[in-house]
């Protein structure tokens, strides 16, 4: 049985409503995905709920995607079996929204400043009840003519470099894996081609980023992903068996977009990656990387 655990909806950034991502993911012959929105957790049991009045053979894991934040880089964290019902998750969330709000009017801000005529109104169009997000801002620019496309939006104006780009502020990964784990989930840290794992922590401390997230209660890296060619793979699963870490992976799917079709299921793991997580849901925090491999 194949799973993909890192998938998107209508609820964040995506582009399939929770019951369109359940067909989907039906009809590519999944036994089990993992929604894993920005900050957000509703769609779970939407889509559950979906599964059970159409007699799915289809399992849907709790998951989320938290944007954090860690010397100025985005580093995302991915949560998978947490309750969301536990005190303090709500409000958490609830703040990285609101962060999420005032990023986008920022944005807005920044871009009609340069001359590019958008409204923060046009951007919640496309978000619709989803959580605020910079490719809602792409398609808005792209709907109103000032771009060609979503990743042409991107490269001219919402990636760092751009005279219009708004850092992200918000929880750091450190923070984003303790409220997960407060929870009851088990932590992975998502497509880690993007962030600079071996950077030093800090003037003051050598060691590395990897290190740091392995001491704060890591659980796992994201090893199969699509920006991750098969080299990399192998390099983040050797990383991975270092640190005592278990592996996990998904297509990154947010539907349709620009003309390509929607990738769910392209990238997926033997469910036995799926059992592993569920098991490390009963290690405590701070074990080391000795600890954790003699588990």
Known sequence: M???????????DGRFTPEELVEAA???????IAITDHDETSAVEAARAVVAERGYRLEVLMGVEINTVWQDAEVHVLGYFMDPRTPGWAEAMQRQQGERMRRMTRFVQALQEWGVPVTLAAVQEQAGEGSLGRPHLARALVDLGHAASEQSAFERFLTPGTPTYVPREGLSPFEAIALIRKAGGVTALAHPKTVPLTAPAGPEDSRSLIERLVEAGLDALEVVHPSQPPMLRDYYAGMADYYGLLSTGGSDDHGPRGGRPARIGSESVDYRWVEALRERCAVPAGFGPLERKLL
Do not use: F, P
Request: charged residues 10%.
């Open 26 to 32: 039906s009809l590519v012959g999944l036994g089990a």
């Open 2 to 12: 194949r799973a993909d655990l890192h998938l998107h909806t209508t609820a964040s």
